[in-house]
């Protein structure tokens, strides 16, 4: 009996190891490993994209930005390399979404504020009112952390531009007041400039989604 053991032992070891290859396989099957879109301008609706990116297909990241925090520091796509973040439009004087948002911002700092990979950036669409000393007032107001925060203003052209040519999260409205009218958006950013999310930052439900795919965006990095 032992050499009947003995003889057949490496095919046992064998059949062991691809019985767990197998096992290993299906249940990634059954559970596959969440992946995230790329989002590129032709997937989103057409009245959030600026009409020279609509028919933007593949390739499309964030482009490059120069523009003044709440510190009056220049705040430019160097600071967030090798960083995921999350991006909104907003202005400090709104009366309607923008608290909401921002009270759900806050939040998403303060879980994510030992977690240094990723941050958050908030443009004005209103920076003719919004100075510097305006965001620093509301930035004090709403406790952000400038190390992990950028609430930012400058030339009005091309804030307008980075909502609708980057990260497709403004309407345009011509002949309008203000001429763009933010959405609720939280737009998710990965380390390649890439748009990976779009979540309604006035709505909890999807602040817990975005949270659960910042980890997901981990694990691809």
Known sequence: MLKFFAKYKFFGI??????AIIITVMYQALDPKKVLPVYQPDDVTAELVDSTVQHVRKYHTIANFSLTNQNGKTVTQHNYDDKIYVADFFFTTCQTICPIMTDHMVEIQEKLKNDSEVLLLSHSVTP???SVAQLKKYAVEKGVDDDK?????GDKK???????????????VPFSQ????????FVLVDKKKRIRGFYDGTNPEDITRLLEDIEVLKTEE
């Open 14 to 19: 064998v059949l062991l190891v691809l019985s």
């Open 128 to 130: 003719e009112i919004d």
């Open 158 to 172: 091309a804030i307008y531009e980075l909502a609708r040519k980057s990260y497709l999260a403004a309407k345009d």
């Open 178 to 185: 203000y001429d763009l009218i933010h959405t609720e958006n």
């Open 149 to 153: 925060w950028n609430l930012v203003t």
